[in-house]
């Protein structure tokens, strides 16, 4: 039984990281190569996290979901500081 439920619920958690939003990918390359590899790295390190998280069969004090969450704010502050520089050279 202990088994069985120990099975769903680690179900569960690997259905909800492949879910889980990753950081887009919603920078031009065209126009902020950099930015855009930026964000091109943040989405590799989200994978990388939930690579471990797997790993490590969700093991780790919610320390990695934090660095998770924090790359997608990363992500958001790149698609600002885009923006920003477009409205800059206008």
């Known amino acids: 039984?202990?088994?069985t439920m120990?099975?769903?619920a680690f179900a569960i958690?690997?259905?909800?990281?492949v879910f889980a939003d990753k950081p887009a990918?919603?920078?031009?390359?065209n126009k902020h190569p950099?930015?855009?590899a930026a964000q091109r790295l943040s989405e590799q390190a989200f994978q990388k996290i939930v690579a471990a998280q797997h790993a490590n069969e969700w093991d780790m004090k919610g320390h990695?979901?934090?660095a998770k969450e924090l790359l997608e704010q990363v992500?958001?502050?790149l698609k600002e500081a885009a923006i920003a520089a477009n409205q800059?050279?206008?």
Not at 13 to 17: R, V
Not at 25 to 29: D, H
Request: glycine share 0%.
């Open 1 to 3: 039984m202990k088994r």
């Open 6 to 8: 120990l099975a769903a």
């Open 25 to 29: 990918q919603n920078v031009s390359a």
């Open 13 to 17: 958690l690997s259905a909800a990281a």
């Open 88 to 90: 800059a050279h206008k």
């Open 34 to 36: 950099n930015i855009a």
């Open 64 to 66: 990695a979901q934090k």
């Open 75 to 77: 992500n958001n502050e």
